[in-house]
């Protein structure tokens, strides 16, 4: 009945809920254009290394105050591989190149960079790293920023007052390490109690020295599943030799507490003076300076044949840059990476991160820390880490430390055979 | 509210004198309790070996980076230094990520007792008909698939429904309490009579109503419970956040905090720091809920 | 005052009888509301879990590596998994890890369990302390606890003079497991003492002092009459708890990243690996194959304890 029902008629309550809805959409549009056309591009900028990151802060501000288009974003902790799944990865990638990354660059996620200046820029044995990994064909899928070169780390001080000569002979190592023990000095500290420090400094360094890396892992890449005790080249075969030798010198010439000492641990000891020798990269000058500043320290390769002609260093791509082919803001992102590979910015970073440039001009390696492997590095001597080329699933490292610990080396050789032989064999 | 037969003991003997003799005296009832000390040090005693890892978690947090290196952990902070907690602060944009992470706790803990709860009283009620037996056991299984195999069908789901963002990571985690809350509150159910609601309906009550009214307060124990291992596996997750947030803005604390455990940083200080902040506030939370999750569980427990 | 003691039990095939036995008319019609309570949440969770559960195992019968192209292979994951001495390694270790961590877990747990529902000085203080491991993140503690195994105990060891403390157990594939046992047991005994707690203060106090007529000590009365009492939770709690060790990971990879050697991988930690590192299908398999083996283990614990979970 009328006046008992107090509602609105359908007509004007329709009305009302359009008017509603169609002012709501005009200023949701409105709002949305003015973010869209007026505000800059975003651009997403993943770069997870923890040393680098306040570097790359300041950066960023003042990159993103100096202009108006381009905005970059700082990510520090996305998966990747989660990303890359998602169709939404970062805009631009600035990290460590090694197998894990070389996946995603063999499937054609990464975009072409051979078109931009800076990819001429680069030292072509640089480039040759990349491609050491794999290959996308027809593309220059990761520029790299910056090369950290390791080999032995030893303590100016202690060599001089022992009246030692750096050793480029392994006969030479031997005897420093024989005149260090006879002095009451420690020749090296081990950290076996991490299982990449064994990896990246006594089976890189050691193997590296007497194999040829690179043609090595492209001919067990290419035996794959006949990989075994009879194979032309197989980690029992090839490997015998150093990693036998380097199960010798951990035994006979580092720390006794070395199983239950980490990488910290190193850290500390080695600034302490505790040893002459330490392998490990240009990371832990950082690290050792947090004790002793003012140490004198210096490096050298870890020499294994008696020519020292074989002598090279260990390298790695600490930092390399990529825009995946699914980024939106590829033109955005270049801009930036433009910015970033300028000279003087590259050269700031390396210095102040004790890295190796990887460009044509890049300013040279001054700090006497690592000054020492400059003439390896112009030279081309060098190498990416043994330990670095087998995938993850197969636990080198963790082998490794078995055998500085202790384990057989011709069964854990066996074993790593067999892990690949059966890697090979699933894909 | 415990278990305490010394006063269950003069209370029988008070009885047994009220039978044939005069009572005794009124204050044999209010004899003090007589406490075990053996045992109070004993478990004193268990308790150090949990406070020493957090004195050395404190103690660290607050020391200088050079003294945080120097391989001396149990020594005291001198000089005494909030660096670690400034810079962990600024590294990982504290206030953002703690926000975000509450958020997505909180609404994990509401969703999994509310969800959880009703599917329960529905699986316990039920429980004579195939649909929710077997739900029951559904869900249950589900707690024994491994992560790793949900992970990246997850990532490419959360991806397409747009949920790849911190309501993707709240959803996801109620989703994943479910089976052990499910679990929880059958269990607890069973103790709560059918008369009160059989009663509730007599007087009118629709089982929406008999449930919000009746059984929902009476299940605040197990609720608190539930609560509890919700928040605590939402807080410290670090796994789902990293993989399923897209936009790094929008991060939670633990994966912010990851940068703290690379191989290649030994900031110490500054990573304690860190995981005190994060810390603080689950035992924060800890201590208010657990005094009522305690005084829950022994009222709920101890009755009829 | 038995029946509110039989409905602790975990018999989860009984029909549900209320608190005072009477079984309920079975209705031959189901209440909408019931409906509404249900079905979401169980849509929700097919959503989340179910589908991607399915898509996962999916994947296990194909070569992919997490993303691009992929190819179906059939069972050659399963296959290779059977004969890969690493994986069957990492199976024997975590079985034997888990085995043994719910024994210590549960016997710990439930002393002091006992303890804190006993007549001592300072329980709501000691009660708030016991539980405070279990509000920290794993790779915390892990890290911490390695600290304290590196170089502590060692010092410790060395004071005191006991020759196999002297060194760093983390260091001794034979003695490494003993650490991860210590540390995972520090962070699992809270949870599993919460729950032992809930169920002491369950037990109405005339029972005990019943006994106490009767002239039971309390040896007597723990063994005889709280264990029976509190069963159902202990099969609760040796279910989920072996399940959890199962999936150790954050604190093994914290304490010794799998080693010395590979002497203490467990199967989380190699799926996980293989998972992020391009070898996917083929961990997948490896998960499958876990999950299956789990679930059979709940279920053949879940019959084994039928006929004891009451009284």
Redesign the interface.
């Given at each position: 009945m009328e006046g008992d029902i107090d509602v609105p008629s359908p007509d004007r309550s329709f009305r009302r809920r359009a008017a509603a809805v169609l002012a709501l959409a005009l200023i949701g549009s409105t709002l949305g254009a003015c973010a869209g056309a007026g505000g800059p591009e975003q651009v997403?900028f993943l770069l997870?290394?923890?040393?680098a990151?306040?570097y790359f802060r300041e950066l960023i501000a003042e990159y993103n105050d100096s202009q108006n288009e381009v905005e970059v974003?700082?990510?520090?902790?996305?998966?990747l591989?989660?990303?890359?799944?998602?169709?939404?990865p970062p805009d631009l990638g600035l990290l460590n190149y090694n197998?894990?990354m070389a996946?995603f660059m063999e499937?054609g996620?990464l975009s072409d960079l051979g078109d931009m200046p800076e990819a001429d820029r680069i030292l072509p044995e640089v480039q040759d790293l990349v491609d050491q990994y794999a290959t996308y064909p027809g593309r220059t899928s990761v520029l790299p920023y910056s090369v950290m070169a390791a080999s032995v780390i030893y303590n100016k001080e202690i060599f001089e007052a022992n009246d030692l000569e750096v050793p480029t002979t392994a006969d030479e190592l031997v005897e420093v390490c024989e005149a260090l023990t006879d002095a009451g000095v420690t020749p090296f500290y081990g950290t076996?109690?991490?299982?990449?420090t064994v990896a990246q400094g006594w089976f890189d360094y050691t193997v590296a020295g007497m194999v040829d890396v690179e043609a090595f892992y492209d001919q067990m890449r290419e035996l794959g599943t006949e990989v075994g005790p009879d194979s032309e080249v197989s980690f029992q075969k090839t490997f015998a030799e150093p990693v036998t030798l380097m199960q010798q010198l951990s035994d006979a010439c580092t720390n006794a507490?070395a199983?239950?000492?980490?990488?910290?641990?190193g850290?500390?000891a080695f600034a302490q003076g505790e040893a002459a020798m330490y392998l490990q990269g240009p990371?832990a000058f950082g690290?050792i300076a947090?004790?002793s500043p003012d140490l004198e320290l210096g490096t050298f390769p870890l020499p294994m044949t008696n020519n020292p002609d074989d002598l090279k260093v260990r390298v790695n791509i600490d930092l390399a840059a990529w825009i995946p082919e699914a980024s939106d803001h590829k033109e955005a992102a270049r801009q930036f990476l433009s910015y970033l590979f300028q000279q003087d910015v590259m050269d700031e970073y390396n210095a102040a991160q004790l890295g190796y440039g990887t460009t044509t001009e890049a300013a040279p390696v001054t700090d006497p820390r690592i000054v020492g492997m400059k003439e390896y590095y112009d030279d081309a001597k060098f190498y990416q880490g043994p330990s670095q080329e087998i995938?993850?699933?197969i636990?080198a490292a963790?082998?490794m430390?078995?055998v500085v610990?202790g384990?057989d080396v011709e069964t854990t050789l066996s074993?790593m055979d067999?892990?690949w032989a059966?890697?090979a064999?699933?894909? | 509210m415990s278990v305490q037969p010394a006063l269950v003991v003069e209370t029988v003997e008070a009885t047994e004198v009220l039978e044939g003799y005069a009572p005794k005296p009124a204050r044999s009832r209010f004899r003090v309790e007589r406490f075990s000390w053996s045992g109070t040090i004993i478990i004193a005693l268990c308790a150090i070996t949990v406070l020493i890892p957090l004195y050395v978690t404190l103690t660290t947090a607050f020391k200088t980076?050079?003294q945080a290196?120097?391989?001396n952990a149990f020594s005291l902070p001198a000089p005494f230094s909030v660096d670690g907690f400034v810079e962990a602060w600024n590294?990982t944009n504290f206030p953002l990520a703690f926000t975000i992470t509450t958020l997505v706790t909180a609404a994990t803990v509401a969703g999994t007792i509310l969800l959880a709860s009703v599917a329960s009283f529905a699986i316990a009620r039920n429980w004579d008909h195939k649909l929710f037996r077997w739900s029951f056991y559904y869900l249950l299984m589900a707690m024994f698939i491994p992560f790793p195999v949900l992970a990246?069908p997850q990532?490419?789901l959360?991806?397409l429904a747009g949920l790849?963002n911190p309501a993707g990571v709240t959803f996801l985690h109620i989703m994943f309490q479910m089976s052990f809350s499910v679990l929880l509150f059958t269990a607890f159910l069973r103790s709560i009579p059918l008369e009160l609601e059989e009663s509730a309906r007599i007087d009118g009550a629709s089982t929406w109503q008999a449930y919000w009214q009746l059984i929902f307060p009476l299940l605040a124990p197990m609720s608190a419970t539930v609560g509890i291992f919700a928040f605590l596996a939402s807080w410290n997750d670090f796994m789902m956040p990293?993989?399923?947030i897209?936009?790094?803005?929008q991060?939670t604390l633990p994966?912010?905090q990851?940068?703290?455990q690379?191989?290649?940083?030994?900031?110490?200080n500054v990573s304690f720091a860190s995981y005190l902040m994060a810390m603080a506030p689950a035992i924060v939370v800890y201590l208010f809920t657990q005094r009522w999750v305690m005084e829950g569980m022994t009222q709920g427990a101890v009755k009829g | 005052m038995a029946t509110v003691l039989g409905d602790v039990d975990l018999d989860l095939t009984k029909p549900s009888e209320t608190a005072h036995g009477a079984v309920p008319r079975t209705r031959t019609r189901v209440e909408g509301t019931y409906y509404l309570f249900l079905l979401p949440s169980l849509i929700l969770f097919t959503l989340a879990i179910t589908v991607p559960a399915v898509i996962g195992i999916f994947f296990s019968f194909t070569?992919s590596?997490?993303?691009?192209?992929w190819e179906f292979?059939g069972f050659?994951?399963y296959i290779?998994a059977f004969s890969?001495?690493?994986i069957v390694q990492s199976y024997l270790f975590t079985f034997g890890f888990a085995a043994v961590t719910v024994i210590v877990v549960n016997v710990v747990a439930f002393l002091l369990a006992v303890g804190l529902t006993s007549r001592i000085r300072f329980k709501t203080g000691l009660r708030t302390i016991f539980v405070i491991p279990m509000v920290i993140s794993g790779i915390v503690i892990a890290y911490v606890f390695?600290f304290l195994f590196?170089?502590s105990v060692?010092a410790l060891g060395q004071a005191l003079g006991i020759g196999w403390l002297s060194?760093?157990i983390?260091?001794?594939?034979d003695l490494a497991w003993i650490a991860i046992v210590i540390v995972t047991a520090w962070q699992a005994v809270p949870g599993t003492l919460l729950i032992y707690i809930a169920g002491l203060l369950s037990i109405p106090g005339e029972v005990y002092e019943a006994a106490d007529i009767d002239g039971a000590g309390k040896l007597a009365q723990l063994t005889r009459i709280t264990l029976p009492l509190v069963a159902g939770y202990v099969v609760i709690n040796v279910i989920i708890g072996f399940k959890g060790f199962l999936n150790a990971y954050d604190i093994i990879v914290g304490l010794t990243?799998?080693?010395?050697?590979?002497a203490t991988?467990s199967i989380a930690m190699t799926i996980v690996?293989?998972f992020?590192?391009?070898?996917y299908?083929?961990?997948m398999a490896n998960a499958t194959i876990f999950f299956l083996i789990t679930l059979a283990i709940a279920l053949l614990q879940l019959a084994l304890t039928r006929g004891r979970s009451v009284l």
């Open positions: 997403r997870s290394k923890p040393e990151i306040p974003v700082l990510d520090t902790a996305s998966n591989q989660a990303g890359f799944l998602r169709g939404n197998l894990e996946r499937r996620a076996y109690k991490d299982p990449w507490d199983p239950s000492k980490g990488y910290g641990d850290n500390l990371w690290e947090k004790t995938p993850l699933t636990p963790n082998y430390q078995g610990l384990n074993i067999a892990d059966r890697l064999l699933r894909q | 980076q050079a290196v120097d391989g590294l990246l990532i490419q959360t991806g790849d990293s993989l399923i897209s936009d790094p803005g991060q994966v912010v990851s940068i703290f690379t191989q290649f940083s030994n900031n110490y | 070569n590596i997490g993303f691009g192209d292979v050659i994951n290779a890969d001495p690493a390695n590196s170089n060692p060194e760093s983390l260091a001794n594939p990243a799998g080693g010395p050697g590979t991988r690996t293989g992020s590192s391009g070898d299908a083929y961990q």
